[in-house]
T-cell receptor, first 116, second 114 residues
Framework: AQTVTQSQPEMSVQEAETVTLSCTYDTSESDYYLFWYKQPPSRQMILVIRQEAYKQQNATENRFSVNFQKAAKSFSLKISDSQLGDAAMYFCAYRFGGGSQGNLIFGKGTKLSVKP | NAGVTQTPKFQVLKTGQSMTLQCAQDMNHEYMSWYRQDPGMGLRLIHYSVGAGITDQGEVPNGYNVSRSTTEDFPLRLLSAAPSQTSVYFC?????????????FGPGTRLTVL
C-alpha cells in the first residue's frame, strides 16, 4: 500500500527567509502524481503545487518549488521569501496515476509558523 | 460557479443520532470523495464516487453511507453517530479520475458528537 510520510510535525521560519518541508512516499507504481496542499486557519484546502512523476523537471509556482527525487521517493517543498500569509498546515499527498480511482493519500502534515 | 459547497459548516450531535452531511459541486466533475481530518492524522478517505450511481469505500468507511444519484450531489450519512466520529469532514471533486487533475475541496464541516 502507498504511504506518505512527513517527518516534521512543526517548522518555523523567519519572514523573508527560505524553508524546506520534507515528504517521502512509498509506492511500487511508476505512474503517479504528487501534491502539496496548504491549509490555513480558515480550514480551506488550497493546492500549492503538483508534480507528475514522469516529469524530471521540478515544478515551480512563484515562491514555491519542489525537489522531486524519484529514486529516493522524496518530494520536498521549498518556500522562498517566506511571508506571514504562508503560516499554515502543509500536507503532502500522493495519487496513483492509473486505474479508475482519483484518491489522494495524505501525509500527517507539517505546521509552519512564520516569525515577523 | 460556486465550486464545492458543504452544509452545514458546524454540527453537534448526540451519540446515536443520525444525520447527513451535504456536498454539491457545479463543475460537472465525475469524481467526488469524502475525507475526514483528525488532529495529527492528516486527511483519510471515507468513501468516493467515480460517477453517478457508482460509489466505493475508502480507508475508513465504517459508520458512514454514501450515494450518488446525480453528478452534482454526494451526501455522506452518519447512521448512528459515535464520539469517534468527531472530526472535520471535507468533500472534494475533480474532473476525472485519471491524469493530473486537481481535486477541489469544499470548506469542511466540523462535527462534534457528544
Amino acid at each position: 500500500a502507498q504511504t506518505v510520510t512527513q517527518s516534521q510535525p512543526e517548522m518555523s521560519v523567519q519572514e523573508a527567509e527560505t524553508v524546506t518541508l520534507s515528504c517521502t512516499y512509498d509506492t511500487s507504481e511508476s505512474d503517479y502524481y504528487l501534491f502539496w496542499y496548504k491549509q490555513p486557519p480558515s480550514r480551506q484546502m488550497i493546492l500549492v503545487i503538483r508534480q507528475e512523476a514522469y516529469k524530471q523537471q521540478n515544478a515551480t509556482e512563484n515562491r514555491f518549488s519542489v525537489n522531486f527525487q524519484k529514486a529516493a521517493k522524496s518530494f520536498s517543498l521549498k518556500i522562498s521569501d517566506s511571508q506571514l500569509g504562508d503560516a499554515a498546515m502543509y500536507f503532502c499527498a500522493y495519487r496513483f496515476g492509473g486505474g479508475s480511482q482519483g484518491n489522494l493519500i495524505f501525509g500527517k502534515g507539517t505546521k509552519l509558523s512564520v516569525k515577523p | 460557479n460556486a465550486g464545492v459547497t458543504q452544509t452545514p459548516k458546524f454540527q453537534v450531535l448526540k451519540t446515536g443520532q443520525s444525520m447527513t452531511l451535504q456536498c454539491a459541486q457545479d463543475m460537472n466533475h465525475e469524481y467526488m470523495s469524502w475525507y475526514r481530518q483528525d488532529p495529527g492524522m492528516g486527511l483519510r478517505l471515507i468513501h468516493y464516487s467515480v460517477g453517478a450511481g457508482i460509489t466505493d469505500q475508502g480507508e475508513v468507511p465504517n459508520g458512514y453511507n454514501v450515494s450518488r444519484s446525480t453528478t452534482e450531489d454526494f451526501p455522506l450519512r452518519l447512521l448512528s453517530a459515535a464520539p469517534s466520529q468527531t472530526s472535520v469532514y471535507f468533500c472534494a471533486s475533480s474532473p476525472r479520475t485519471s491524469g493530473v487533475h486537481t481535486q477541489y475541496f469544499g470548506p469542511g464541516t466540523r462535527l462534534t458528537v457528544l
